[in-house]
Structure formats: structure tokens, C-alpha cells
């Protein structure tokens, strides 16, 4: 029942499609992104093992159409976009740890100037921008990179495509401009749209694996 809630009961029996590589994310309910990269990034091979061969090229294609959009599932995934409305919730009531609010408190400036930055330029990625010295840590992020990630977190910048895997960044309401935000679901409804979708997905689970599925408490 498992592997075939979870699309892995068959080898595929046709040339995959655009269309199968958004249905199998559908059916996983989320893609993890992963920047380990050997043969091809590992979220490339969690689509392979259940289509076969297909143009890698299709999943940021998705993403450029709208039809995915990237949020922390269980870590930062792929989702499709008609589950915008679950995952807004979080965005809106997203609660920063303690380092995350030391930093905003240092950083204000910092963060308001890359929100009028966005309103002033558009869709940016962060390597645009230079790094005065760098670091010996591989998390030794710049700090338009730090500012983009607090607001992207909050809902207030969104990710509008991916170019040779680095993010493109712009203000949400220019990457999703029909949105509104009164179709956010409550976070009651949201946690239980989450847990139903593990469960279809999953097929059969214990019950502390449906929350493990998108890491609720």
C-alpha cells in the first residue's frame, strides 16, 4: 500500500511528460530541494525512481509557470501551488527562533532597504550583490542574502523562479499577484490539510510518522 501511495509499485510504462513530473509531486504532496549534487541533485532522483528518464529542466519550468512554489514542507520543498493556502499560514504567523531574532533586531536597515530594493528593481537573486570579505563557514550568507531569507520566510518576498539553481527573488505580491490573502487556510485547518495529505500519501502510517511527514510538533 505504501509503494503505491507513494508512486514506487510500478515501473514507468510511457515516456514521462512535463504533466508526470507535476502529478508526482502532486501525489508526494512535496518535493525536498537538495543541493547535493554527484550525478544530478537528489530531488531529481526522487522524481527518476518513479518516471524514469525525463528532462530535469521541467521542475524549475513548473516552478516559472506558477504551478510550484517553495516553502518548508518538512524542509524547503517544491509544492504544488494549489496548496499556497496551507503553507500561507505559516508564512504570516512564522515564528523566528532566537538567533533568527537577534538577527532582525541588529538588521533592520538591512532589511528595509532590500524591501525597497525589490519595490525599486524587481526579482533579484543575491549573488548580485557583492561580498565585502568573505568568511570561512559555508552558512556565512552575505547580508542581502540574510535580509531576502528573513522576508522570504515571512511570506513578504517569494522565490518567482530558480536560474541554474540560485533563487530569484521578488516581492510576493509580484510573483503571485492574484492571490489574496483571505483564502489562508486557519492554522487548525492547515495542520489537519497537512496530516490528511501525509496520510494519502503514506498509505499506511503510524501516527507520529504523519506528523514526521512535514515535521509538526
Given at each position: ?10 515501473a514507468p ?30 530531488h ?38 494549489e ?7 505559516q ?16 538588521n ?20 548580485e550583490?557583492?561580498?565585502p ?21 515571512r ?16 516581492l ?10 483571505q ?14 495529505k501525509?496520510a ?9 510518522w ?8
Amino acid at each position: 500500500l505504501m509503494l503505491t501511495t507513494l508512486g514506487l509499485e510500478k515501473a514507468p510504462r510511457s515516456k514521462a511528460t512535463k504533466a508526470d513530473v507535476l502529478a508526482t509531486i502532486r501525489q508526494i504532496t512535496a518535493l525536498q530541494i537538495d543541493t547535493i549534487n554527484i550525478v544530478a541533485r537528489a530531488h531529481l532522483h526522487i522524481l527518476w525512481s518513479r518516471l524514469g528518464s525525463y528532462d530535469s529542466s521541467w521542475v524549475e519550468e513548473l516552478q516559472r509557470e506558477g504551478r510550484l512554489f517553495e516553502y518548508l514542507a518538512h524542509a524547503m520543498c517544491f509544492i504544488p501551488i494549489e496548496d499556497y493556502s496551507i503553507y500561507r499560514r505559516q508564512m504570516l504567523e512564522h515564528v523566528p527562533n532566537n538567533w533568527e531574532k537577534q538577527w532582525e533586531g541588529q538588521n533592520q536597515a538591512e532589511i528595509a532597504r532590500m524591501r525597497e530594493y525589490l519595490r525599486s528593481n524587481g526579482a533579484v537573486r543575491s549573488s548580485e550583490f557583492e561580498r565585502p570579505k568573505k568568511g570561512s563557514a559555508w552558512w556565512d550568507w552575505k547580508v542581502e542574502k540574510m535580509a531576502l531569507e528573513m522576508l522570504f520566510y515571512r511570506g513578504e518576498v517569494a522565490v518567482a523562479e530558480r536560474c541554474s539553481f540560485q533563487r530569484v527573488y521578488n516581492l510576493q505580491e509580484r510573483v503571485y499577484p492574484t492571490w489574496d490573502d483571505q483564502h489562508t487556510l486557519s492554522q487548525p485547518d492547515a495542520i489537519r490539510a497537512q496530516l490528511q495529505k501525509a496520510a494519502i500519501a503514506l498509505g499506511v502510517a503510524r501516527p507520529e510518522w504523519l506528523c514526521n511527514y512535514y515535521y509538526l510538533k
